[in-house]
T-cell receptor, first 113, second 114 residues
Framework: GNSVTQMEGPVTLSEEAFLTINCTYTATGYPSLFWYVQYPGEGLQLLLKATKADDKGSNKGFEATYRKETTSFHLEKGSVQVSDSAVYFCALNSGGSNYKLTFGKGTLLTVNP | DTEVTQTPKHLVMGMTNKKSLKCEQHMGHRAMYWYKQKAKKPPELMFVYSYEKLSINESVPSRFSPECPNSSLLNLHLHALQPEDSALYLC?????????????FGPGTRLTVL
């Protein structure tokens, strides 16, 4: 079956530090990959996505590249801000008759001023 | 309009109460979802509606009863819940159900069962 493994954290960084959150996956077929962010007390927001190998998703300074050879979709940001403090979920959708998003366990990021 | 809205934002209910959660989207999406999220965990899929028909029930207890009155609305009827059902209930929608369709989530209803 499908699975997503991401570093669980928590991750604590100082403002303007470089961020990497690792995500690897196991899936049948050709899944689409997503990063969702959940700010405290809120629902999930789609941060970025990639639908095929070598695609790079980007949004709000965050980037992730779909690497089929390493089955990875690591999230990066060059300079984090306090407002980036949230839980980040890596997810995949392999489609077909299985409509499910398969989520990683989530990574709590705290950015200190 | 790219929003999924959910009401109420918070709900406290006793184990003998009957209540309903509501979800609405006006993006023309044809798939809608209910998820349950416990603290510090990822969302768990409960139900999927595709073209207003129930497509997936992830073995959810019958005290949770979904309803899709039309393509924009999704309800979750609650009856005789247990304290362990306390969680954040998230609604989501997507254009379709293929692998390229991202799901858009609402803000959730935080449910407390006493």
């Amino acid at each position: 079956g499908n699975s997503v493994t991401q570093m669980e954290g928590p991750v604590t960084l100082s403002e303007e530090a470089f961020l990497t959150i690792n995500c690897t996956y196991t899936a049948t077929g050709y899944p689409s990959l997503f990063w969702y962010v959940q700010y405290p007390g809120e629902g999930l927001q789609l941060l970025l996505k990639a639908t095929k190998a070598d695609d790079k998703g980007s949004n709000k300074g965050f980037e992730a590249t779909y690497r089929k050879e390493t089955t990875s979709f690591h999230l990066e940001k060059g300079s984090v801000q306090v407002s980036d403090s949230a839980v980040y979920f890596c997810a995949l959708n392999s489609g077909g008759s299985n409509y499910k998003l398969t989520f990683g366990k989530g990574t709590l990021l705290t950015v200190n001023p | 309009d790219t929003e999924v809205t959910q009401t109420p934002k918070h709900l406290v209910m006793g184990m003998t109460n009957k209540k309903s959660l509501k979800c609405e989207q006006h993006m023309g999406h044809r798939a809608m979802y209910w998820y349950k999220q416990k603290a510090k965990k990822p969302p768990e899929l409960m139900f999927v509606y595709s073209y207003e028909k129930l497509s997936i029930n992830e073995s959810v207890p019958s005290r949770f009863s979904p309803e899709c009155p039309n393509s924009s609305l999704l309800n979750l009827h609650l009856h005789a819940l247990q304290p362990e059902d306390s969680a954040l209930y998230l609604c989501a929608s997507s254009q379709g159900t293929g692998e390229r369709n991202e799901q858009f989530f609402g803000p959730g209803t935080r449910l407390t069962v006493l």
